[in-house]
């Protein structure tokens, strides 16, 4: 048993930090952008616009059988480490010309994201790929808290430290510090999945393989519905915090703080919730405190005794634990359902359903919020929510055992 942690854990602490540097890329266009932007004073429903860069990853399960062969072809190496490095390296030289172009003109910003996400998002089916196999057999509880803890740390660097360097030190030099620390946190991948063994697979990675089975077609559907109750008002979080009266420099400390620490805490509470009590529970239990939150960030721009002052820092703390707690669980039972000869394709299709999703209800989140107010949009983001809680428990019910 010690000797399975000690193999273990070098494969966890890999893709860590592969999962740390993409969500560094996420963090600043999701969390920090934003303010970013509007700090330059943006109308919300352009801001809004942002979600289009998740079209790659709602899209990636297109080209995933073709990674996935390329990464395990018929004959040869495991191909991994070269994926992730070739990402990687177009990740770095789209943020430096990002750094050097400025937060505007937005359209040429969001072309060279465009370009990153690309790359990101073919990176992370090598790396879900890897990781399920790497750890078939082992603790698939390593990974998944490597998955959830590593992207809350990469959203405090970039959504957090991010922000304090460009209100401090400006947009170029917070956007190559990030570049230099996605080029850092990904080395140990590509040192240690390197891979001289030849194999023969007589598996052909396939998206039908994935669609006919059962597991797939559920995790999907439960996908759609968890991203529509979690993450419709992620998006406008940040900007509600700047309107309320607080800098960039605000936002990127308590951003930082409740990713790093509430969201580090939520995904290990999350791990320890979802073995004694299951998936279900957790999930459900999560989206029944993110209705509670997003009902008083509401009531905080349409009731004069509770101000948005008071609610935003809340907000911003605590609403990286709760997406923590929940995405663990989600992506325990990703993670499980996988079939390790495709998994890249597997998990592809779940976070593809995830980023879609994320993107038409992101892009109508700006929409609602710049027409309508904080207050309409935050009531229906909680509305929304609520609804979801009794599709979910219908739909995980036979999902989760479905591979008993």
């Known amino acids: 048993m010690a000797g399975t942690a000690r193999g273990t854990l070098p494969v966890v602490g890999a893709i860590g930090g592969v999962y740390v540097a993409q969500s560094v890329i996420g963090g600043l266009t999701w969390s920090g952008l934003p303010g970013v932007l509007r700090a330059q004073g943006l109308p919300l429903d352009r801001i809004g616009l942002l979600s289009l860069l998740v079209l790659p990853w709602a899209l990636k399960f297109l080209w995933a059988p073709a990674v996935e062969r390329y990464r395990l072809p018929a004959s040869g190496r495991n191909r991994s480490a070269e994926v992730v490095l070739i990402g990687g390296l177009v990740s770095v030289c789209g943020l430096t010309l990002a750094g050097l172009v400025g937060p505007v003109p937005v359209v040429a910003v969001l072309a060279l994201l465009f370009g990153v996400a690309l790359s990101t998002a073919t ?75 030849a194999e023969e697979r007589s598996h052909m990675p396939r998206l039908r393989s994935a669609l006919a089975r059962p597991e797939v077609r559920s995790g999907l559907l439960l996908a759609a519905l968890y991203v529509v109750a979690q993450k419709t008002a992620m998006g406008m979080v940040g900007p509600f915090f700047v309107d309320a009266g607080f800098s960039l420099s605000a936002l990127g400390v308590l951003g930082g703080a409740g990713s790093l620490g509430l969201g580090l805490a939520g995904a290990l509470c999350g791990g320890a919730l979802v073995r004694r009590f299951g998936s279900r529970v957790v999930l459900v239990g999560a989206i029944a405190v993110q209705v509670c939150l997003l009902a008083l960030v509401a009531l905080s721009s349409l009731a004069a005794w509770l101000t948005p002052q008071v609610i935003a820092p809340v907000a911003v703390v605590i609403s990286p634990a709760i997406m923590a707690l929940g995405f663990v669980a989600l992506y325990a039972l990703f993670m499980k359902w996988s079939d390790p000869r495709q998994a890249g394709v597997d998990f592809t299709l779940f976070q593809c359903m995830d980023g879609g999703v994320s993107m038409v209800s992101g892009s109508a989140a700006g929409f609602v919020a710049e027409h309508f107010g904080y207050g309409v949009f935050f009531a229906v983001a909680a509305a929304l929510a609520l609804g979801a809680i009794p599709l979910v428990m219908r739909v995980s019910r036979p999902a989760q055992h479905a591979r008993a």
């Open 123 to 197: 990176v992370d089916i090598a790396c879900d790929g890897y990781a399920v196999g790497a750890l078939q057999g082992t603790q698939y509880g390593w990974g998944n808290a490597a998955q959830v803890g590593g992207a809350y740390v990469g959203s405090a660097l970039g959504g957090g430290v991010f922000l304090v360097l460009v209100d401090h030190f400006g947009w170029g030099l917070g956007v190559w510090t990030m570049a230099g620390a996605v080029c850092l946190l990904g080395l140990p991948f590509v040192l240690m999945a390197r891979s001289d063994v």
